[in-house]
């Protein structure tokens, strides 16, 4: 939900960029912006409704029978599926809420400057929405017994987090030159 908000507050700059005179310069490329958040944010919100129903397949999963060393064994696997599968949501969060950070940056950089600081605030939002996400990839991680998924998803989501960082120093720093502040 922070990342769709994130591009929305990006969206909302972007539709406060077009149509006006000192900004056409930029407005083909403020509507392409406008399009790919669109997407984004839809995608953002189907991605609540994956890591809901993951997060219920784990539940099943630790519910499952466990009076026999057959069910134990069955029981385990299908916790283990079901947390492997619970981190693909999160992650493909943090893909999406790049993006929005990404198009945050550049809408700072060419949009509207009356708003820019909404911009910025995409940005914060966008960073606690990889930071959020992480947590839950990482909560699953602890759990798994593959340790090659694990070594990948700990890099993923430091990856992420590093991206996710940059892009809000950059916007915040391009946000505050804007509004005629010091970085």
């Known amino acids: ?18 149509g006006r005179p000192k900004y056409a310069a930029v407005e083909e490329r403020v509507r392409e ?12 919100l189907r991605l609540m409704a994956d ?24 029981r385990e696997r299908a916790i283990q599926a079901a947390l492997l599968e619970a981190m ?26 009356t708003v820019a600081s909404d911009a910025g605030c995409a940005a914060i939002l966008g960073e606690a929405a990889v ?9 699953n991680v602890v759990l798994i ?9 700990h890099q993923r989501v430091a990856d992420f987090e590093a991206r996710a960082a940059d892009l809000q120093r950059r916007t915040m720093a391009t946000a505050r030159k804007r509004m005629g502040l010091q970085p």
């Open 1 to 18: 939900m922070a990342a769709a908000l994130a591009a929305a507050l990006v969206e909302m700059v972007a539709q406060l960029t077009v």
């Open 33 to 44: 912006i406008i399009e790919q958040l669109r997407a984004v944010r839809a995608r953002l």
């Open 51 to 74: 890591d809901e129903r993951a997060f219920a397949g784990v539940s099943a999963a630790y519910k499952l029978p466990k009076t026999s060393d057959d069910e134990r064994a069955a």
């Open 88 to 113: 693909r949501p999160p992650l493909a969060v943090m893909t999406s809420a790049c993006d929005a950070l990404a198009l945050a940056e550049e809408i700072a950089r060419i949009g509207n400057g």
């Open 131 to 139: 930071r959020s996400a992480s947590l839950n990839v990482l909560a």
């Open 145 to 153: 017994h593959d340790e090659q998924a694990a070594t990948e998803a």
